[in-house]
């Protein structure tokens, strides 16, 4: 093991470690917060039980959802967007600020259109992330080698043979920048919107447990989902470096 | 090149009423039921700004908007010139604070409100946490690409480090910095009003939720509007200023 990496471990123990000498000298009362090792507990009880597994499907599939909505629609927006420079020059303002706005404010909005159901869900997980994807292709396809689009011409590739066969697995490394976006954003987007009113999911039980009281099953769920992004988003982030550094990008 | 400097602002005009056209479209195809049009929705925003109820709506928001902001870009500064200047600590810490980047922090808020109770103290600490681990992580980034030639300098003249800090590494860091913070500042409005639409009493976020169970559209509608066009037009002010800030270096 790496220096770094003990280090690393070093700093997420000393800060478990803290958490539960303060927990159980009390000055963290145990209405607040119930000791790391009991949160731990709670949490193999919690999956054991396996009680949550229809929230969790449901707020998972949801993610997909968004995930997909939001990098299908990102990448062939970018992708035609790529196409129509003064298109793009309009839109470059509104992309620059697009992050600045706090899309969920829309989220009631949404839920006057559309109900309280999944739509508003789906829709905020995929304006979140959606943008990220565009932009990111965009930058992607700014890189293509002018050599690279020449083979195709002299080759007599279609528009869409090219994307297929020459821009996009260019654009592999960037590809998956977008994709580790939008899950992240898709993530935030249905957990968030579960919380702030719904009738389901993760997100919902979250703050259904915080109003009764009931930590043995709140800080598991949140344990259950600080730890599935944190792993998901390790897991792409590596694969990207591998892509990267493959590319001489890193 | 008159007609070159011209055109970003053409743009920003075809974009706006691009958008108000998009609006006003989706106003007709949707209708009253569930929308209100652009016109509607400025003159009800004119209509509530009249009421006392909306200014201390509104000052409770800015109150824990700004004190969070603060907290966010002080702290935020604190860890990154600390870490940035600490090699072996800022290259372990980098990727932790990645992680916590990407995490949904509203997960957190229900114990962020055990720890602080439901008022104005949860809103800035929820505020805050949204919008520290961004300064904090362009903080460290520029501290460290500064030019080697720079903090050499600063030793050769045995400068103490607060005078180092003072004179060298911010002057150096701070286009780098502000990029941080205009990104912080971004995330510290989600964060304070994500957590007055979650619970709160008071605020521009509890006003929208209240909209939500009175069905009140105008309410929605006037007061989602009226974020989007303040975040989107200091973002649009940071940005010209950070652009200007990156050039200079």
């Known amino acids: ?250 | 090149m008159h007609g070159e400097e011209r055109k970003p602002l053409r743009n920003a005009v075809i974009l706006i009423v691009g958008m108000l056209l998009v609006w006003e479209l989706a106003y007709l195809v949707v209708g009253n039921v569930a929308l209100r049009s652009p016109w509607q929705t400025i003159a009800f925003l004119g209509k509530l700004m009249q009421t006392d109820i909306f200014w201390i709506h509104l000052r409770d928001t800015l109150e824990a908007f700004g004190v969070a902001l603060a907290i966010a870009v002080v702290l935020g500064l604190l860890i990154g010139f600390g870490l940035g200047l600490h090699r072996l600590s800022g290259d372990a810490m980098e990727p932790i604070l990645v992680a916590l980047y990407s995490i949904p922090k509203i997960t957190l808020y229900p114990i962020i409100l055990l720890f602080f109770g439901i008022g104005l103290s949860a809103k800035i600490a929820f505020g805050a946490i949204h919008g520290i681990i961004p300064v904090a992580l362009f903080t460290l980034s520029a501290v460290r690409t500064i030019k080697p030639i720079l903090i050499k300098t600063g030793h050769v003249m045995k400068l103490s480090p607060p005078v180092m800090v003072r004179s060298i590494l911010f002057p150096a860091a701070v286009p780098g910095i502000f990029t941080g913070i205009r990104v912080g500042f971004s995330l510290t409005l989600i964060g304070t009003v994500l957590g007055e639409m979650f619970a709160a009493q008071h605020g521009l976020g509890y006003l929208l939720m209240n909209g939500i169970s009175l069905y009140n559209v105008d309410l929605i509608m006037s007061v989602t509007f009226l974020l989007v066009v303040f975040a989107a037009t200091v973002n649009t002010i940071l940005l010209a200023i950070d652009r200007r800030l990156h050039r200079g270096v």
Not at chain 1, 11 to 19: H, Q, S
Not at chain 1, 96 to 109: K, M
Not at chain 1, 130 to 140: D, P, Q, R, Y
Not at chain 1, 208 to 236: C, E, K, Q, R, W
Request: net charge positive; with cysteine; charged share 15%.
């Open chain 1, 1 to 250: 093991m790496s220096r770094l990496r003990l280090y690393q471990l070093a700093v997420v123990a000393a800060f478990v470690a803290l958490l539960e000498v303060l927990c159980l000298s009390g000055v963290i009362d145990k209405v607040t917060m119930p000791p790391p090792h009991i949160i731990v507990r709670d949490f193999a009880k919690l999956l054991w039980a396996g009680e949550y597994f229809g929230e969790i499907g449901k707020s998972l599939a949801n993610v997909l959802a968004a995930f997909a909505l939001a990098f299908v629609i990102g990448t062939v927006t970018g992708v035609i967007l790529h196409g129509y420079k003064t298109a793009r020059d309009i839109l470059d303002p509104l992309f620059a600020t697009y992050y600045a706005i706090p899309v969920f404010a829309f989220y009631p909005l949404f839920i006057v259109m559309f109900g309280l159901g999944d739509g508003p869900q789906l829709l905020i997980g995929f304006l979140l992330g959606v943008v990220a994807v565009i932009v990111t292709m965009l930058n992607g396809l700014d890189r293509v080698p002018l050599v690279l689009k020449k083979t195709a011409r002299i080759n007599r590739l279609g528009p869409l043979q090219t994307a297929l066969r020459v821009t996009l697995p260019f654009c592999a490394p960037y590809l998956l920048t977008a994709a580790k976006l939008a899950l992240a954003y898709a993530f935030i987007g249905v957990i968030g919107s579960e919380f702030i009113m719904a009738r389901s999911g993760m997100g919902y039980e979250i703050g259904y447990a915080y109003t009764n009281f009931d930590n043995a099953t709140m800080y598991p769920l949140i344990l259950l989902i600080l730890l599935l992004s944190i792993v998901v988003n390790g897991l792409l982030s590596r694969w990207e470096n591998l892509l990267l550094s493959r590319r001489g990008l890193k």
